[in-house]
């Protein structure tokens, strides 16, 4: 016999999972910055290389990001707690105030002191029930060797390489 609850909800299941913690960004029609907390991000092919993000269709960014033609995914630091709460959080606007970015090829924000970047062309958007999905082709990528942040249980943590 094991101690597993029997009937969980799907939420229930995906807080023990750790993630990767993500800031998605992008610039809007007038070139201001945009940007969410995105913890749904997986490769989805090295050839060609394709990764995914699923934005929540209730987001206040999700027409903005889902009908851009490039975007940016920034995968944070273990130092960066902040940034993940201030782009998950209420209100959406402002949420580049006092942070510190450069843009990429594409103008798209790169968070300085992220873990890693990627530069994506958007490729597709798909229908996910409650959530879009955005394939993005990755144009250009980077990543350093800090540690990384995660998502598990509600909370954040890091974990070195």
Avoid: K
Avoid at 2 to 7: C, F, M, V
Avoid at 76 to 93: N, T, V, Y
Avoid at 107 to 126: H, K, Q, Y
């Amino acid at each position: 016999m094991d101690d597993h609850s029997e009937t969980p909800s799907l939420r229930e299941v995906m807080r023990v999972y750790p993630t990767g913690v993500t800031v998605v960004a992008g610039l809007d029609a007038g070139g201001s910055p945009f940007g969410l907390t995105v913890n749904s991000f997986t490769s989805v092919s090295l050839d060609p290389p394709l990764v995914l993000v699923c934005v929540g269709r209730r987001s206040t960014w999700h027409d903005r990001l889902t009908s851009a033609a490039s975007f940016t995914i920034n995968v944070l630091s273990a130092d960066q707690e902040a940034i993940a709460i201030r782009f998950a959080r209420e209100p959406s606007e402002g949420r580049f105030d006092e942070v510190e970015w450069r843009p990429a090829q594409s103008g798209d924000p790169i968070l300085r002191g992220s873990l890693a970047w990627l530069e994506c062309s958007t490729t597709e958007v798909l229908s996910g029930g409650d959530h879009s999905i955005l394939v993005g082709r990755v144009e250009r990528c980077a990543v350093n060797d800090r540690a990384a942040l995660l998502f598990h249980r509600g909370g954040m943590s890091s974990v070195e390489e």
